[in-house]
């Protein structure tokens, strides 16, 4: 069975940092893109980075770039995401969402998200 | 980029009724588009991609279609367990795009 699991989340202060990491289990985690997605208290859904399976190339939302990094560990099957110049607009749960494959856009799998709250 | 817009924002059905919402990309985008439930308190789930393709283990009363810019989620006969709110998502290439929801409630 597919697994996700976010950890990470927390309370940090505007212009902090924060990194998320997401341990995947039940599948070959080499062969998948993977993806971060947001939600925002109250609100819908925001896509903010994906990486491809592989080598990993890496896309961002404009809301993100230059501030995010996602990267994977492939030896440990575990996402991550570093976070930087956190905002208050940033506050959100973060959830790591599995692709049907290497470069896939389509996302089949969800973990139960990890929260982010940036205040000060 | 392309938008995703869907509507209604909202609707109020009563147990049993079809309902329809519609999803719409601001540039074709073929089938590339699925469907997202996400019920109260609960993580999104994937319903259908491909635009008409159900997931494994979705009740058959649930249906989509559509190609290019406009699609459409129809569920045939609404039962309590399907109040949720419904995002669609462009996946042709990124930003992988989501809409902003329709909220399905009954009366």
């Known amino acids: 069975e597919v697994h996700l699991a976010e950890s990470g989340g927390g309370l940090v202060q505007p212009g902090g940092s924060l990194r998320l990491s997401c341990a995947a289990s039940?599948?070959?985690?080499?062969?998948?893109?993977m993806t971060w997605v947001r939600q925002a208290p109250g609100k819908g859904l925001e896509w903010v980075s994906s990486?491809?399976?592989?080598?990993?190339?890496?896309y961002y939302a404009d809301s993100v770039k230059g501030r995010f990094t996602v990267s994977r560990d492939n030896s440990k099957s575990t996402l991550y995401l570093q976070m930087n110049s956190l905002r208050v607009e940033d506050t959100a749960r973060y959830y790591c969402?599995?692709?049907?494959?290497?470069?896939?856009?389509?996302?089949?799998?969800w973990g139960q998200g990890t929260l982010v709250a940036v205040s000060s | 980029d392309i938008q995703m817009t869907q509507s209604p924002s909202s609707l109020s059905a009563s147990v049993g009724d079809r309902v329809n919402m519609t999803c719409r990309a601001s540039?074709?985008?073929?089938?590339?588009l699925a469907w997202y439930q996400q019920k109260p308190g609960k993580v999104p789930e994937l319903l259908i991609y491909?635009?008409?393709t159900l997931q494994s283990g979705v009740p058959s009363r649930f249906s989509g279609s559509g190609s290019g810019a406009d699609f459409t989620l129809t569920i045939s006969s609404l039962q309590p367990e399907d109040v949720a709110t419904y995002y669609c998502?462009?996946?042709?290439?990124?930003?992988?795009?989501f809409g902003p929801g329709t909220k399905v409630d009954t009366k």
């Open positions: 969402v599995k692709a049907t494959g290497i470069g896939s856009g389509l996302h089949d799998t």
């Open positions: 039940g599948f070959t985690f080499l062969t998948h893109s």
């Open positions: 990486i491809s399976g592989g080598s990993g190339h890496p």
């Open positions: 540039q074709g985008i073929s089938t590339h």
């Open positions: 491909d635009a008409s």
């Open positions: 998502q462009k996946y042709d290439s990124v930003p992988f795009t």
